[in-house]
């Protein structure tokens, strides 16, 4: 069965950087887009950031500049490096593999997704 394993989250001081990784199993490596997406309490699932297996990208305004999202060659794991993290940051951070090959941030066009790993950035 297909499975995203998240890990790299943890508590931090603003300024600080985490690196997030997303382990992919029991699917073949495709062309399909992954993503990287967060969820704070009491609000909707956001898109951060997503990648293309062709390398594109896609970013939301929030954390462009400071986060970049990348990917093995073999495509079984995906990276999510965060720098300069902001308090605003803190959520739970899932991955996803998309249903299609065009990054978006756009959580109904993924179809399987992490268990999630927390994230807290502290002022």
């Known amino acids: 069965r297909v499975q995203l394993v998240e890990s790299g989250g943890g508590s931090v001081q603003a300024g600080g950087s985490l690196r997030l990784s997303c382990r992919v199993s029991g699917i073949t490596p495709s062309k399909y887009a992954m993503g990287w997406f967060r969820q704070r309490p009491g609000e909707e699932r956001e898109g951060v950031a997503a990648?293309?297996?062709?390398?594109?990208?896609a970013y939301a305004d929030s954390v462009k500049g400071r986060f970049t999202i990348s990917q093995d060659n073999g495509g079984n794991t995906l990276y999510l490096q965060m720098n300069s993290l902001k308090p605003e940051d803190t959520a739970m951070y899932y991955c996803?593999?998309?249903?299609?090959?065009?990054?978006?941030?756009?959580?109904?066009?993924?179809?399987?997704w992490g268990q999630g790993t927390q994230v807290t950035v502290s002022s």
């Open positions: 990648i293309a297996s062709t390398g594109r990208t």
């Open positions: 996803a593999k998309s249903a299609f090959f065009i990054p978006t941030l756009v959580s109904n066009e993924y179809l399987y």
